[in-house]
C-alpha cells in the first residue's frame, strides 16, 4: 500500500491534522476515521501521531489497520514510537513485527520488549534471521546498521542479454535500484554496472568487459558519517557493502542516507541545548524533566557562579549604577559571538574538515576576527555609552571590554569543543550552555573589573 500513496506537503498534513482532530472532537464515527487514516502515506500518518497529544494518539493509533503498524512503527521518532508500543500487548507487537523486513526490524528491534524479539525471530526462516543477526552485528552509527539487504547481483562471466532477460523476471526493482551488483562465483564485489550502461551495451558483451571496477562501495564496519558525506560528495544513489572478505552483503541507499542525515542533525541541535535525547513534545512531565534536568543543574551552578562574579563588585555597581545598565549588554554580544565560533567548529568537526595540526591556525584565525569584532562594535558601543552618560571613560571601558570579551569568546568557542573530542566525548553536547557561562562570567569580570579600575 505504501508504494501507491503520494507523500503530502507540510501544508497539506496540518490540514489533515486539523480535520482529524474535529472528527476526533466531534465523536466521529470510526468507518469514517478509518478512511482517512488508510488513504494516508505511512510517513504522513508518522507526522500525524507525532502531533497529537498522547490520548487523542492511542485513539488514532487504534484505528490503523493492523498490517500497517510494523510499516508506521518504523516511521515515528523513537520517543513516540515508545508511547505506541507501550500501548500494544504483545500478540499485536508480535504481529507489526513480523511485517517488517530482517534491516527494517534492526532499526527497531532495542525498543521491542525481548519476550516479542524472541517470538518474532522464531517466526522468521533461517535466511531472514541470519539477516537479523547480521544488522544486529553493526554498532550504531556504522553502514551495517543502515544498510538493507535488497539488491540485485549479477554474475560477472553472464553476458548484458543473459543480465537483461534476468532483470525482466524479476517482478519490481528494489527501490533506488540505479545499478546491478557485479559478483564472480564466490559472492565477491568485483565492480557495479550502471543502468544507463547497461542500456546503451552492446547485449553480446560479457558482464566483465563494461562492469565499473573501481566504483564507490563501502564495508559494513565504515562510519556512517563518512559514508554520508561521500553520498553527498559524489552524489550517488546506491553503494555496495561488503565485509572484510569482500563479499558483497547488502547495499547502501541514498533514502537512508538523508534519514541518517537527518536524525544527525537533529542529534546536534538537541545536545547544544543540553537536551539528552529527543523527546515527544507531548510526553509526560516526570519523562521530559528526566531528559532535560541534567544540563539544568549545570546551568544552575554557572549561572550562580556568574552572579557571584557580580557580588564582587557590588561596590561599583553601587557608585555608577550604569555599570548595571550597560553589563548585559557586554555578556550578550559575547555569548553570541561564542556561539556562532562554537557552531562554525562543531559542524566542521562533524565533516571532518579539522585535522590535530589546524587547532593553532583555527585559533589564530578565530582571534583575529574576534578583535576586529571587537575594534569595530566596541568602538560603536562606546560611543553610544558616551552618548548616553556623558562619559569619556565610561566608553572607553565599554570598547575595551566589548574586545576582551569577544576574543575569551574566540578562545571559549574553540576550546570547548577542542577539549570534548580530545577526550571522546561529542563536542555538540551543552555547547551551547557551557559557552555561554563562559561568556556570561568572563564578560561580567571584565568589564566589572575594568570599571573598577579605571573608573572608581
Not at 532499526?107 to 547480521?134: F, G, T
Request: glycine share 6%.
Amino acid at each position: 500500500m505504501a508504494e501507491t500513496q503520494a507523500r503530502l506537503e507540510v501544508d497539506e498534513l496540518q490540514q489533515k491534522l486539523g480535520e482529524l482532530r474535529e472528527l476526533i472532537a466531534h465523536g466521529a464515527r470510526s468507518a469514517e476515521l478509518r478512511a482517512r487514516l488508510d488513504a494516508l502515506h505511512p510517513a504522513d500518518m508518522a507526522y500525524i501521531l507525532e502531533a497529537l497529544p498522547l490520548e487523542e494518539r492511542l485513539a488514532v493509533w487504534n484505528m490503523v489497520k493492523a498490517d500497517r503498524d510494523g510499516e508506521i512503527l518504523l516511521e515515528v521518532s523513537e520517543a513516540v514510537r515508545e508511547s505506541l508500543i507501550e500501548a500494544m500487548d504483545s500478540a499485536e507487537l508480535v504481529a507489526a513485527a513480523e511485517t517488517l523486513e530482517a534491516d527494517e526490524l534492526a532499526d527497531i528491534a532495542a525498543d521491542l520488549p525481548p519476550a516479542v524479539m524472541e517470538d518474532v525471530v522464531q517466526s522468521l526462516s533461517p535466511e531472514e534471521r541470519e539477516r537479523l543477526r547480521a544488522a544486529l552485528s553493526y554498532p550504531e552509527g556504522s553502514v551495517g546498521a543502515l544498510m538493507d539487504f535488497e539488491h540485485v547481483s549479477v554474475r560477472d562471466d553472464v553476458t548484458l542479454e543473459a543480465a537483461t532477460r534476468f532483470l525482466r523476471r524479476l517482478d519490481k526493482l528494489p527501490d533506488h535500484t540505479d545499478q546491478l551488483f557485479v559478483i564472480d562465483r564466490a559472492q565477491r564485489l568485483k565492480g557495479t554496472l550502471p543502468l544507463a550502461r547497461l542500456i546503451v551495451s552492446d547485449l553480446h558483451l560479457e558482464v566483465s568487459a563494461v562492469l565499473l571496477r573501481d566504483a564507490m562501495k563501502f564495508n559494513g564496519e565504515d562510519s556512517a558519517e563518512d559514508a554520508a558525506n561521500a553520498f553527498e560528495r559524489y552524489d550517488l544513489v546506491s553503494a555496495p557493502v561488503v565485509d572484510s572478505a569482500g563479499t558483497l552483503i547488502g547495499r547502501l541507499t541514498v533514502d537512508a542516507v538523508v534519514d541518517y542525515i537527518r536524525q544527525r542533525s537533529a542529534e546536534a541541535h538537541l545536545a547544544e541545548a543540553g537536551l539528552r535525547e529527543e523527546e515527544d513534545v507531548f510526553a509526560p512531565v516526570l519523562n521530559s524533566f528526566k531528559n532535560r534536568w541534567a544540563w539544568l543543574a549545570i546551568n544552575l551552578v554557572t549561572a550562580f557562579i556568574a552572579s557571584r562574579v557580580i557580588g564582587l563588585f557590588e561596590g561599583s555597581i553601587e557608585r555608577l549604577v550604569a555599570l548595571a545598565a550597560l553589563m548585559p549588554i557586554i555578556a550578550g554580544v559575547g555569548g553570541n559571538s561564542g556561539n556562532q565560533t562554537i557552531t562554525m567548529i562543531v559542524r566542521a568537526l562533524a565533516l571532518g574538515q579539522i585535522q590535530r595540526g589546524y587547532w593553532a591556525p583555527l585559533l589564530k584565525k578565530e582571534l583575529g576576527l574576534a578583535l576586529l569584532n571587537g575594534v569595530v562594535w566596541g568602538t560603536l558601543l562606546g560611543i553610544v555609552a558616551y552618548l548616553l552618560y556623558g562619559n569619556v571613560a565610561l566608553g572607553g571601558v565599554m570598547a575595551l571590554a566589548m574586545v576582551l570579551t569577544l576574543m575569551l569568546a574566540a578562545v571559549m568557542g574553540v576550546a570547548i569543543p577542542w577539549l570534548r573530542s580530545h577526550f571522546g566525548r561529542d563536542p555538540a553536547v551543552g555547547s551551547s550552555v557551557l559557552i555561554t557561562a563562559c561568556t556570561d562570567s568572563g564578560g561580567f569580570f571584565i568589564f566589572l573589573g575594568l570599571a573598577t579600575l579605571f573608573l572608581m
